[in-house]
Antibody, heavy 116, light 112 residues
Framework: EVQLLESGGGLVQPGGSLRLSCAAS????????MTWVRQGPGKGLEWVST????????AYADSVKGRFTISRDNSKNTLYLQMNSLRAEDTAVYYC?????????WGRGTLVTVSS | DIVMTQTPLSLSVNPGQPASISCKSS???????????LYWYLQKPGQPPQLLLY???SRFSGVPDRFSGSGSGTDFTLKISRVEAEDVGVYYC?????????FGPGTKVDIK
């Protein structure tokens, strides 16, 4: 069974940083692209970033480009999202998602709140 | 960026009745590989989204056959043949043809 467990969310002041992690199990992590999708309070889904499996090629939404960095450690079956220069509008539940175009499985998400 | 629109934005359905949601993209989602990169998700209350249909009309594992998808190019439709109580939630379409990936605004479905 595929499991994706996010961690690292919390309350942070504007301009601060957080690092999200996603521990994956139940599939061959290194063979899949992985994605972060976020959902602001009461809002719809927003794609944030994708990292490919072997090339580690990355893509970012314009809203986070230059501030967020996606990475992965295939030896630890773990996906990361380093978030810097956080803004109030980054407040959201962040979902770890298996896949680069077909999002088969989603974690339960971790809440990031950016507020002073 | 490809813009995704959905209609209606909300839908109230009697149990056992059919329901239909439209999704339109600002550009064709047909790739040169012959696949159309259009997906449907359902987010039930308090849960993460779950994949229903991929590449327009293929049902994901475990998805009941009352869910079906159709369309091509820029116009797509999700149909539920007989709505059940467990189908309530917000339905999203997604295009994965190009970056940035973009979701539709969502269609909230509830039971009358």
């Amino acid at each position: 069974e595929v499991q994706l467990l996010e961690s690292g969310g919390g309350l942070v002041q504007p301009g601060g940083s957080l690092r999200l992690s996603c521990a994956a199990s139940g599939f061959t992590f290194g063979s899949y692209a992985m994605t972060w999708v976020r959902q602001g309070p009461g809002k719809g889904l927003e794609w944030v970033s994708t990292i490919y499996d072997t090339t580690h090629k990355t893509a970012y939404a314009d809203s986070v480009k230059g501030r967020f960095t996606i990475s992965r450690d295939n030896s630890k079956n773990t996906l990361y999202l380093q978030m810097n220069s956080l803004r109030a509008e980054d407040t959201a539940v962040y979902y770890c998602v298996k896949g680069g175009w077909r999002y088969d499985n989603w974690g339960r998400g971790t809440l990031v709140t950016v507020s002073s | 960026d490809i813009v995704m629109t959905q209609t209606p934005l909300s839908l109230s359905v009697n149990p056992g009745q059919p329901a239909s949601i439209s999704c339109k993209s600002s550009e064709s989602l047909l790739h040169s590989d012959g696949k159309t990169y259009l997906y449907w998700y359902l987010q039930k209350p308090g849960q993460p989204p779950q994949l229903l249909l991929y590449e327009v009309s293929s049902r994901f594992s475990g998805v009941p056959d009352r869910f079906s998808g159709s369309g091509s190019g820029t116009d797509f439709t999700l149909k539920i043949s007989r709505v059940e109580a467990e189908d309530v939630g917000v339905y999203y379409c997604l295009q994965s043809l190009q970056f940035p990936r973009t979701f539709g605004p969502g269609t909230k479905v509830d039971i009358k």
